[in-house]
């Protein structure tokens, strides 16, 4: 039996599924993934300086107008095929809960209504220095020029700084997040981890959580990322190819065009 018809046999087999997502699940939407060499962000950056808590504090600016730069860079993309085939198992019947490492909001904006953001968002502002929730204005979402640098905007509670509502290096994940992702993954009958290289702890334990409780796992990633467990599958190719045709093969979400994969 091949890789896709394992996958496929227990995709049908499933009632809980949890999808647990890296930046490869969005690379197809046009937004860099973190470690690929010739795409990646970081390729111009590095990453240990700019994601961090003690960059924001030696220049706010910098870091500030980086983020407000991915902001509109996820705003002008739209989910693609691999983000809209997980609403559409939702909608066939399946228990579907999203766990992802992503700040960009196209799962949501894809149709998926049970997101966890392990590592925040790009959405949300937080105040640096009481760490309450902040709002911005439509005029504090201006997109910095080239090479332009602007000022964070202040807290209204304390007149701290804010910052981006995501997780940097060093900082913990946000508590709840943790606790709803680790109980959606030790209840889940298959977890289906797309696009990440499995690098960044804790969220890397993940899919060994969902062996380990049973589950489960496939993995669709463009490298071979599996460990081989009896219950691990890995599908190699693009999570824009295999997500839809893994619903095609059961018979959920839209036939193909006439000219399209088998
Ligand atoms: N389809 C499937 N997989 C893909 C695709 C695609 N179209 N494009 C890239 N990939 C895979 C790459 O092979 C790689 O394994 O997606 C993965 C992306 O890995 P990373 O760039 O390391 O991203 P991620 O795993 O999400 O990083 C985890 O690290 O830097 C921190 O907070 C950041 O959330 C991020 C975390």
Not at 27 to 36: K, L
Not at 81 to 104: F, K, Y
Not at 231 to 255: K, N, Q, S, Y
Request: proline share 7%; net charge neutral.
């Amino acid at each position: 039996m091949s890789n896709m018809q394992r996958a496929t046999e227990a995709l049908r087999a499933s009632k809980k599924v949890v999808f647990f997502t890296g930046a490869g699940i969005s690379a197809e939407s046009g937004i860099p993934t973190f470690r690929d060499k010739l795409t990646g962000l970081w390729t111009k950056h590095d990453p240990e300086r700019l994601e961090t808590a003690a960059a924001f504090r030696e220049n706010p600016a910098l870091i500030w107008s980086w983020y407000l730069w991915r902001r509109h860079q996820v705003g002008q993309a739209k989910p693609n095929a691999a983000h809209l085939a997980i609403p559409q198992l939702s909608n066939a019947g399946w228990e579907v809960s999203v766990v992802t490492q992503n700040i960009d909001d196209l799962h949501e904006r894809a149709g998926s209504s049970q997101v966890v953001h392990l590592h925040g968002s790009l959405m949300d502002v937080k105040c640096f220095a009481c760490h309450r929730p902040g709002k911005l204005t439509p005029a504090q979402l201006g997109i910095p020029e080239e090479g332009q640098l602007i000022e964070p905007p202040r807290c209204v509670r304390c007149n701290g700084k804010l910052r981006p509502g995501v997780v940097w290096f060093r900082e913990n994940l946000p508590e709840g997040a943790w606790r709803s992702a680790v109980r959606l993954v030790k209840n889940c009958d298959l977890l289906i981890s797309v696009g990440t290289s499995g690098v960044v702890m804790p969220a890397a334990d993940i899919p060994n959580m969902a062996l380990a409780a049973g589950a489960t796992v496939i993995h669709v990633n463009l490298e071979d990322v599996g460990l081989d467990a009896a219950d691990e599958i890995m599908l190699t190719g693009a999570a824009g190819v295999f997500l839809p045709a893994l619903l095609r093969a059961l018979g959920v979400g839209a036939p193909l065009p006439p000219d399209g994969l088998t």
